[in-house]
Structure formats: structure tokens, C-alpha cells
């Protein structure tokens, strides 16, 4: 089938509810950090599928252990059967997370499930009703997930009424207003407002975040918070849970973003990248936050031999293809270059991230910083036209994502950076087709 009947029968027969659409691209192929189309047409990815593909697409290490995996056994249901695969997993997990306690896993298929564990385990476990979580967030779509979160996706949808939700800190639009004290503004905002009011601290069993707002933002927050954040959980005895589906296993330059500030959580969620392209996730968490009851949250196909092999191997390729190392070290260099670029081109109003989680917020002006989204929907469009695919994301649609596999090179960044000015050239000189923009305009 050609590309354009791809697409027609995409329009036809998908329904809508799973689309954020913001090119026409069709896949055929794809190897490494390229994408190649139905058309021939290959493309550098900045997207790595949503921070998926970290260790790069289709590699053959992977390949070959699913290979014989599935011929030796290709499923067994590690509800009623453990078999060895789930089993090495979870060792590797306990390993590369810290906490010097007693912790335990939970094995799903997407950040979803994973967070849906999360929102009914942890009340249920600490006999407290209540949750903190932030807004702008992303934590999944399934109702307790996107109870969880706090961004306009979900926010069609009346999720359970025992979370209450607390402002990001946001360095580059300050919730409270240009300040110098972010931390302790919003940290006196929970204790002295939330806690006295709608949330009190002896009903809240958890706080959950990401330790980088990735949908909502690419929002790296000011260095002193999670610890001091940290602090304030021990201080009033709540679990204190990172969602690290997206900028975990090794996207920020080390394992997890928490690991930067030495920061203990008592959970972890994790999802996307960790079956190396299968549907794999995981919570790993201090025992008495998982042994909550039997079969309290369980999925007929969680922890399956595939899935958990795929993401061991995974696991394996991250350590001995050093590619933490390439995140923290090509990570600075690509904010180095978009640094380079926001000097010439007006609308890039801020760059940020941490190793290969990296943002870039378009502005109509720097002044008013007030959000540039169709720009941004612009950029992405013409990106694709010149063999760049890269998405956007934010609260306000106007922050490009990127989040290439963590394989990528120097001169790939150069080429990406290339195209990217190119881009912003073409929207300034009115060359962008604004028509087809708005047609694909995504989320
Ligand atoms: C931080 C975070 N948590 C959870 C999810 C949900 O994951 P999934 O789409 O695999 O259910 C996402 C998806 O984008 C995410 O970014």
C-alpha cells in the first residue's frame, strides 16, 4: 500500500481517541536514530517514539533474544507461573534503584498501569486516603493515571476526587510570580495553604511527580526543590514517588532525573523505554507500599518472558553501549547548539533540560513570553519537510520536545540544529505552508 492510502485508511478505520498526529508520516522501517516512510524518504528522529526507542531502533541484540526467547517460550502467564526472565528483571531493578530498604516489584505494559498501581496501592497501604500531585503533569490515561495528573489532556475527564493538585515550580513562568525563592514559595504554599486547608498531611499517603515535567513542558525545576521536597515528605511522613516513565533509564545523564540531587524515593515508576521497544512497565517500591493484598492489581500479560527479556537485554545495551554517558555529555552539547540558535531566531525564548531530555519554549516575544503554539506546530511541520521529526508538547503547546535515542552523535546533532535553523528561517520568510500546519496541529 502507498503512503497516501496508509494514511486514508488510517482516517477511516482508527479511531481518534488514540491519535496526536503532527505530520503524515507512515513508517515502514526503522534503524538507529533514522526513520524511513513508505516512501523511501529517511529521516533523522528527534522523538525517539515518545523517549522510547533510547537505545536506538531495531537493534540486533534485542532482535536475537527475542528470537530465541520465543521459541523457547514465547508466553506464560507470571500471575499463576514466575519464570526466570521476570525474575532477573526485577533483580536488575532492585539493583539500579536506590534505597537501602526492603523494596519489591510490580510488572505492567505501559506508564499507565504502572501509575494506576501507584494511585490505588499506596493509599491502600499507607491507610491514608489522600494523593499530592502537580499540575501540568503527565502520569497516563487510564482513570487512576489521569486522576493522577494535572495536564489539559485529561483534563476532559473527572478522574477520583482524592488528589489534590499543587503548581510545578516552573522556573521560566513562576507560578507565584518573578521570584528568586521558588522552592520555599511553593513549599510554604503546601504547608500553610494545602495542608491547612483541603489536604491535611495525617490523611496524605503520597506526593508524585516527575522529576522533569516532560508533557508538560520539558520543565526542569530550580535545583534546591526535590530535596527540599524530599524533606518536607519525611517531615510529615508521605511517601514521596517519582514517575520516571519518561525521563528514566538514562534519558537525563544518569539512571533516574532524582538521581541527580541524591534523592531516595520511596517509588518508582517506570515504562516506555524499558522494554527496549516492547510493552514493558514496572513500580519498584519499598515492600509494604506493594505486598498491599493478592492480586490487587494484575495484568494477564505483565512481566511476560518477551517483554522481560527484551528489557534485561535493554538494561545490558545502556550499560555496556555507555549510553548514560552519551545522554549527560551529547545532552550539554545539544543545548550548547540550541543555545547558539536562540541567538538568532527571536521566538526561541528559552532551552533547557537535563542530558537528552531537552526543551525548547517558543515565544511570540521575550518580553511577554506569551506562548508561540502555532509557531511551534509550524516548526514541527517543516522539520518533517526537511527530515527532522520531532514533537511538541506543554501546557500551552508551544515547547518542542526532543528526545532523540540516546545513541545519537555529535554530527547528528549538527545536522539536527542545521534543520531546525533552516526551519525557523522558513517560518520568518513565510515559506511554511500554513494550511497544511493547522490541518495536523496535534495536541
Ligand atoms: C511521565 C509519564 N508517565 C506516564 C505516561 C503514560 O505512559 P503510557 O502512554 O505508556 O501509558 C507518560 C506518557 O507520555 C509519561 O510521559
Not at 144 to 170: C, D, E, M, R, W
Not at 304 to 333: D, H, V
Not at 339 to 349: A, M
Request: with cysteine.
Amino acid at each position: 500500500m502507498r503512503q497516501d492510502q496508509l494514511l486514508t485508511a488510517d482516517e477511516q478505520m482508527i479511531s481518534t481517541a488514540m491519535k496526536i498526529r503532527f505530520f503524515p508520516i507512515t513508517v515502514a522501517a526503522a534503524k538507529g536514530t533514522r526513520v524511513t516512510d513508505e516512501q523511501g524518504h529517511v529521516f533523522l528522529d528527534l522523538s525517539a517514539g515518545w523517549a522510547v526507542a533510547n537505545i536506538g531502533y531495531g537493534h540486533p541484540r534485542i532482535a536475537r533474544k527475542l528470537q530465541v526467547q520465543y521459541e523457547q517460550l514465547s508466553f506464560t502467564s507470571q500471575l499463576t507461573v514466575p519464570e526466570k526472565n521476570m525474575l532477573a528483571l526485577a533483580k536488575k531493578l532492585l539493583e539500579i534503584t536506590p534505597g537501602a530498604f526492603d523494596k519489591k516489584v510490580w510488572f505492567g505494559h505501559s506508564g499507565s498501569d504502572a501509575n494506576d498501581c501507584i494511585a490505588k496501592l499506596i493509599p491502600l497501604a499507607r491507610k491514608k486516603s489522600r494523593m499530592i500531585s502537580f499540575m501540568g503533569s503527565y502520569h497516563g490515561q487510564t482513570m487512576g493515571a489521569l486522576s493522577l495528573s494535572g495536564h489539559p489532556a485529561q483534563a476532559k475527564f473527572i478522574g477520583s476526587g482524592n488528589v489534590t493538585k499543587i503548581p510545578y515550580p516552573n522556573p521560566y513562568r513562576p507560578p507565584f510570580g518573578e521570584t528568586q525563592a521558588l522552592t520555599s514559595q511553593l513549599l510554604s504554599y503546601v504547608e500553610n495553604e494545602v495542608f491547612t486547608t483541603v489536604c491535611p498531611p495525617d490523611d496524605t499517603a503520597a506526593i508524585i511527580l516527575e522529576g522533569i515535567q516532560s508533557d508538560g513542558g520539558v520543565i526542569v525545576p530550580p535545583d534546591d526543590f526535590l530535596p527540599a521536597l524530599e524533606k518536607l515528605c519525611r517531615r510529615y511522613d508521605i511517601a514521596l514517588i517519582f514517575d520516571e516513565v519518561k525521563v528514566g533509564m538514562g534519558r537525563t545523564g544518569r539512571w533516574f532525573s532524582f538521581d541527580h540531587f541524591g534523592v531516595v524515593p520511596d517509588a518508582v515508576v517506570l515504562g516506555k523505554s524499558l522494554g527496549g521497544g516492547l510493552p514493558a512497565s514496572a513500580v519498584v517500591a519499598r515492600q509494604e507500599l506493594l505486598d498491599v493484598g493478592i492480586g490487587t492489581h494484575l495484568y494477564t500479560a505483565s512481566g511476560n518472558p518477551l517483554s522481560a527479556c527484551a528489557a534485561l537485554e535493554n538494561i545490558a545495551i545502556i550499560e555496556q553501549e555507555r549510553l548514560i554517558e552519551n545522554a549527560r555529555e551529547n545532552g550539554k552539547y545539544f543545548r550548547e547548539m540550541l543555545d547558539q540558535l536562540k541567538e538568532k531566531h527571536e521566538w526561541i525564548g528559552d532551552v533547557r533540560g537535563r542530558g537528552l531530555a531537552v526543551g525548547d519554549e517558543l515565544v511570540e516575544d521575550r518580553e511577554h513570553k506569551t506562548p508561540a503554539a502555532e509557531k511551534t506546530a509550524a516548526i514541527c511541520y517543516r522539520c518533517y519537510e526537511l527530515g527532522l521529526l520531532l514533537f511538541y508538547v506543554g501546557t500551552r503547546s508551544n515547547v518542542l520536545e526532543i528526545t532523540p535515542p540516546l545513541t545519537i552523535s555529535k554530527e547528528e546533532i549538527d545536522l539536527a540544529v542545521s534543520i531546525l535553523d533552516q526551519a525557523f528561517t522558513d517560518l520568518r520568510e513565510n515559506r511554511i505552508d500554513m494550511e497544511k500546519v493547522r490541518q495536523y496541529a496535534g495536541w
